[in-house]
């Protein structure tokens, strides 16, 4: 399965983006999706996961009310609607699928077997 990550940009505080991650080579449906983030010198930081099927979502308690994932699996895309973007969520951001990611590796980069290349987003303040 290939994943990639679509939408990033710039973007004044305040302002918002929509990411999107399509899989090609694979069926998006079997796989738990999540989008991870990522500044130079820092570990890749979990953003928020949805399950296979849509039912559960888990956040990052910072983006909590200000973002959403959601999956549509009849077109193999995930998105990630970013709003009330502050300078703190500039990054590369990445998507990543898991055939059988555990709940404990929900926000765990090893829970995921399929990466994307990253999209950057870049907040003005």
């Known amino acids: 399965v290939q994943l990639q990550a679509f939408g990033g940009g710039l973007v004044e505080a305040g302002g918002s983006l929509r990411l999107s991650c399509v899989a090609s080579g694979g069926t998006l449906s079997r796989l738990n999706m999540a989008w991870f983030r990522q500044v130079p010198g820092k570990e890749r930081e979990f953003v928020a996961a949805?399950?296979?099927?849509?039912?559960?979502?888990y956040y990052l308690d910072s983006v909590k009310g200000r973002f959403t994932i959601s999956r549509d699996n009849a077109k193999n895309t995930v998105l990630l609607q970013m709003n009330s973007l502050t300078p703190e969520d500039m990054a590369v951001y990445h998507c990543?699928?898991?055939?059988?990611?555990?709940?404990?590796?929900?926000?765990?980069?090893?829970?995921?077997?399929?990466w994307g290349q990253g999209t950057q987003v870049t907040v003005s303040s």
């Open positions: 990543a699928g898991g055939l059988r990611t555990i709940l404990s590796e929900t926000r765990e980069p090893r829970g995921y077997d399929y």
């Open positions: 949805i399950r296979k099927s849509g039912g559960n979502t």
